[in-house]
């Protein structure tokens, strides 16, 4: 589905920071396009940007705050994309002036000149199973009553999963990567270039018909990405470290 998504010259590409206080890194990152340090003309949020920040879910919102205010700051004068991911989802009603795409709008289309750009999260076209249980979580009556138990037991629920969430390791090689994107059959959104974060693997990959590429987990290193073009180059999004 066509989004009339325009990607701009110079935008900020993030996926995957998993922002919490056990990786604040990317407080700083946001304090700096707060005060033009860094000046993107567009911010594209690529999911799982916060490690649990979820709809309805008030803990998630207070350990949160700051960050949340800075990013509505910058909004204001910066564009900011943000495709909801697994750690991230039902966010509209947090990020009123941004363009919030959830989990069944993935893949996002867009065009950067005049080439055809699909962006998703990564766990769009994931097994029956995975796809019953994001619904689940995603329900918003389910949420409404998860958040009113967790009220009273003192945040009991979330600050277990936010303890088991702060153990993972999200910076594994993936063997096998490029065989499993290979099966994905990708080409049938009939774009020049897809790219996608979740799997954490700062990876380009050159097929028939489209340029595929994984992006770096900010969480891993810090990484962020800058689209740019060249005469020899539609697309290519310059690696940068914060």
């Known amino acids: 589905m066509f989004h009339n998504l325009q990607l701009k010259e110079g935008a900020f590409v993030i996926a995957d920071a998993h922002y919490s206080h056990l990786r604040p890194e990317l407080l700083s990152f946001f304090q700096d396009i707060n005060s033009r340090k860094l000046q993107p ?20 919102y207070e350990q949160n705050n700051e960050i949340l205010r800075l990013l509505q700051k910058i909004n204001e004068t910066i564009e900011i994309i943000f495709l909801e991911g697994n750690h991230d989802f039902n966010l509209k009603n947090i990020f009123k002036n941004a363009k919030v795409f959830s989990l069944k709008m993935q893949p996002v289309m867009a065009e950067f000149h005049g080439r055809k750009i699909a962006l998703a999260h ?53 063997t096998g990567f490029k065989n499993y994107i290979e099966k994905r059959q990708l080409e049938k959104y009939n774009v020049d270039y897809f790219i996608e974060g979740h799997y954490h693997q700062d990876k380009l990959y050159k097929f028939k018909s489209f340029e595929y590429i994984n992006l770096a987990a900010f969480a891993c290193n810090q990484r962020y990405f800058i689209v740019k073009s060249s005469k020899d180059k539609e697309l290519y999004l310059e690696k940068n470290s914060h």
Not at 41 to 60: C, K, W
Not at 141 to 160: A, E, G, Q, T
């Open 41 to 60: 003309p567009q911010l594209i949020l690529m999911g799982d940007v916060f490690d649990a920040l979820f709809g309805s879910i008030e803990y998630t």
């Open 122 to 174: 990564g766990d769009f076209d994931s097994p029956f199973g995975y796809q019953l249980y994001s619904a689940i979580i995603r329900n918003r009556v389910v949420l409404s009553v998860l958040n009113f138990i967790d009220r009273k037991i003192d945040d009991k629920i979330i600050k277990k999963i936010d303890e088991y969430l702060g153990k993972k390791n999200d910076c594994n090689d993936f």
